[in-house]
């Protein structure tokens, strides 16, 4: 039975991410400039999940700057990137950009 604690807390936990307001309200956040395929993807280590044209992150290890190549190589070129919400500037935003799929 205490083998089964570990994978139960972690399916509560993805449960609870699944939720509207906690899914838009991570540590980083990230507006794709067209819409996700998919309500999910993962960067590495990191779940994002996606809705209403926005998705967002908890707080990871990776660097802010890591962190936005890594989702525009899942997702495509990005209108916003905020980290703790601030956003990145237009010149960070483009270098993010330049990484795009």
Same mark, same amino acid.
């Given at each position: 039975?205490?083998?089964?604690?570990?994978?139960? $807390?972690? !399916?509560?936990?993805?449960?609870?991410? %699944? *939720? /509207? $307001?906690? !899914?838009?309200?991570?540590?980083?956040? %990230? *507006? /794709?400039?067209? !819409?996700?395929?998919?309500?999910?993807?993962? *960067?590495?280590?990191?779940?994002?999940?996606?809705?209403?044209?926005?998705?967002?992150?908890?707080?990871?290890?990776?660097?802010?700057?890591?962190?936005?190549?890594?989702?525009?190589?899942?997702?495509?070129?990005?209108?916003?990137?905020?980290?703790?919400?601030?956003?990145?500037?237009?010149?960070?935003?483009?270098?993010?950009?330049?990484?795009?799929?």
């Amino acid at each position: 039975m205490i083998r089964f604690a570990p994978i139960a $807390a972690a !399916a509560l936990c993805l449960a609870g991410a %699944a *939720t /509207p $307001a906690l !899914a838009q309200s991570g540590h980083y956040t %990230a *507006t /794709p400039t067209e !819409a996700p395929k998919k309500a999910s993807f993962i *960067t590495q280590t990191t779940v994002w999940k996606c809705k209403d044209g926005s998705c967002a992150a908890p707080k990871s290890t990776m660097s802010d700057k890591v962190m936005c190549e890594r989702v525009v190589q899942r997702i495509g070129a990005l209108s916003t990137f905020t980290v703790g919400g601030t956003s990145f500037d237009a010149e960070a935003l483009a270098a993010c950009n330049a990484r795009a799929k």
